[in-house]
């Protein structure tokens, strides 16, 4: 008798799933990361499977959406916002329902590193040869970051710190000047190089980011 209930109850379930049409489940994908940067266009893929792109209807709270087309859009954060929310729903017979939603944090970009051409800025003593083969400060947001970015130097000062004595230069762009490169020559070991009061910018963003960049110091061995 108990089989026998059981078993009907279990048929009962089962013609309950097969009468009623799957809910669809929505795909929501960062195409690079899991945390949205500002200045950033943010790509994020929005699907759901077997729901014509029609019936689909995306909500974003904390931020705006911009359609590229294909499911694809641009993520951008509000001002002052810490997260964003994203809320995707399917239009069926009349009836809107909520098929997915996650929630993304918002972070400004990381300041770039600044370095003297391919020396690293670690602050270790480098070979006078080392330091005269280069002739560019570069800026980076380093190996890690995920986003395919360099910024670029639009200013700087050095100075060249002897025993006894130091000399000062400015440089416009990111090229070490003749002059400059001429002291580099110049350099014996124990002296000190220092890049201060560097002036970079990114353009690969939005808008325009200009930033204070960290000095680049470089002990002669």
């Known amino acids: 008798m108990k089989s026998s209930l059981l078993l009907s109850l279990l048929l009962a379930v089962l013609f309950s799933f097969s009468s009623h049409e799957a809910i669809p489940i929505a795909i929501i994908e960062l195409d690079e990361m899991n945390i949205v940067y500002k200045h950033l266009e943010n790509t994020i893929s929005i699907s759901v499977p077997t729901v014509p792109r029609n019936?689909?209807?995306?909500?974003?709270?904390?931020?705006?959406?911009?359609?590229?087309?294909?499911g694809q859009y641009i993520l951008k954060p509000s001002s002052g916002s810490t997260k964003i929310g994203i809320?995707?729903?399917?239009?069926?017979?009349?009836?809107?329902?909520?098929?997915?939603?996650k929630f993304y944090r918002v972070r400004q970009l990381p300041t770039p590193i600044p370095?003297?051409?391919?020396?690293?800025?670690?602050?270790?003593?480098?070979?006078?040869?080392?330091?005269?083969?280069?002739?560019?400060?570069?800026?980076?947001?380093?190996?890690?970051?995920?986003?395919?970015?360099?910024?670029?130097?639009?200013?700087?000062?050095?100075?060249?710190?002897?025993?006894?004595?130091?000399?000062h230069f400015a440089g416009e762009g990111s090229k070490l000047t003749k002059e400059i490169r001429s002291h580099i020559a110049s350099l014996e070991s124990g002296?000190?190089?220092?890049?201060?009061?560097?002036?970079?910018?990114?353009?690969?963003?939005?808008?325009?980011?200009n930033y204070n960049l960290p000095p680049i110091v470089i002990p002669i061995r």
């Open 191 to 209: 002296d000190i190089l220092l890049f201060h009061h560097i002036k970079g910018y990114e353009t690969k963003t939005i808008d325009t980011i």
């Open 115 to 167: 370095q003297l051409g391919g020396l690293p800025n670690n602050g270790l003593p480098q070979a006078k040869a080392a330091v005269l083969a280069q002739s560019t400060l570069l800026s980076s947001y380093g190996p890690g970051f995920p986003y395919n970015m360099q910024s670029r130097v639009s200013a700087f000062e050095a100075s060249i710190c002897k025993e006894d004595t130091m000399i």
């Open 55 to 70: 019936q689909v209807f995306v909500q974003c709270e904390g931020g705006y959406l911009f359609s590229k087309g294909a």
């Open 87 to 101: 809320k995707v729903s399917v239009k069926q017979e009349g009836i809107m329902r909520l098929v997915g939603s």
